[in-house]
């Protein structure tokens, strides 16, 4: 499964959380999460049934000189076994590295992401992100649920 969701938070509140966490970290999801985190899994609920797991987390991440290879978000080496959904929304107008899917040898790019813009995939979902152009970061904030 995978679903492209357009628009899901502001610009403003997107520089609140480049502002906020601008390091490269992971946070389980709680109660006390911030109102933006809250905000982008209220959304995620209204396209998709899930329980969150013990270890559910969020992370702001940044990858301005690499890729990230073909995987799936219930690990390649057997990790996050627990998870059934992983969500990605772009933070910044600077994508500089599409997101690709593969079943079996098909691979198909995303196309039509932009800012803002949350990809939901389940997690048997293989999937890679290409190396960002020179001078480009991809900057996301991700769910795994």
Request: with cysteine; hydrophobic share 35%; proline share 4%.
């Amino acid at each position: 499964m995978r679903k492209l969701v357009k628009d899901v938070i502001t610009a403003a509140e997107a520089e609140i959380l480049l502002h906020d966490y601008q390091q490269d970290f992971s946070k389980k999801i709680s109660h006390d999460m911030p109102p933006l985190v809250r905000k982008v899994l209220d959304n995620l609920a209204e396209h998709v049934d899930f329980q969150l797991h013990p270890e559910s987390y969020w992370r702001i991440q940044n990858t301005p000189d690499s890729g990230i290879w073909w995987h799936k978000d219930t690990g390649s080496a057997g990790h996050m076994s627990w998870c059934t959904y992983g969500v990605s929304l772009l933070l910044t107008d600077e994508f500089g590295g599409r997101m690709k899917y593969r079943n079996g040898r098909v691979e198909e790019i995303v196309h039509g992401r932009e800012k803002l813009d949350m990809y939901i995939h389940s997690s048997e979902e293989e999937h890679m992100v290409e190396a960002p152009d020179p001078g480009k970061t991809r900057t996301v904030l991700l769910l795994f649920i």
